[in-house]
């Protein structure tokens, strides 16, 4: 089993910047994968970006493409979302996610484990 905690939701203006972090512990494999979801009120789940373990492939959504960047530090078994130009419709709950063997293709899209997620605001 896998734990992960993340932090660093709040309140933000549009055009500002802020930084998630989330936090994994317990059993993790040789290789995970690590990603982002998000959900706004009253819509679904969507993903947001994902790295694979080395950090040399990373995946984003096109609504997030050169305002996110998502990185990762497998020492201390954390995961970063940078966001940039931040915009009213990127309020969300974040929610971080792992998948043990990210193997395949769009393996960011079948997760094995979900924190509980962390608020971002962005208004005015």
């Known amino acids: 089993q896998v734990q992960l905690a993340e932090s660093g939701g709040e309140l933000v203006q549009p055009g500002g910047s802020l930084r998630l972090s989330c936090a994994a512990s317990?059993?993790?494999?040789?290789?995970?994968?690590m990603g982002w979801y998000r959900q706004a009120p009253g819509k679904e789940r969507e993903f947001v970006a994902a790295?694979?373990?080395?950090?040399?492939?990373?995946y984003y959504a096109d609504s997030v493409k050169g305002r996110f960047t998502i990185s990762r530090d497998n020492v201390q078994k954390m995961v970063y979302l940078q966001m940039n130009s931040l915009k009213p419709e990127d309020t969300a709950v974040y929610y971080c996610t792992v998948r043990d063997f990210p193997y395949g293709t769009n393996w960011y899209y079948d997760m094995d484990y979900w924190g509980k997620g962390t608020l971002v605001t962005v208004s005015s």
């Open positions: 317990g059993r993790t494999t040789s290789n995970y994968g």
């Open positions: 790295i694979s373990y080395g950090g040399g492939n990373t």
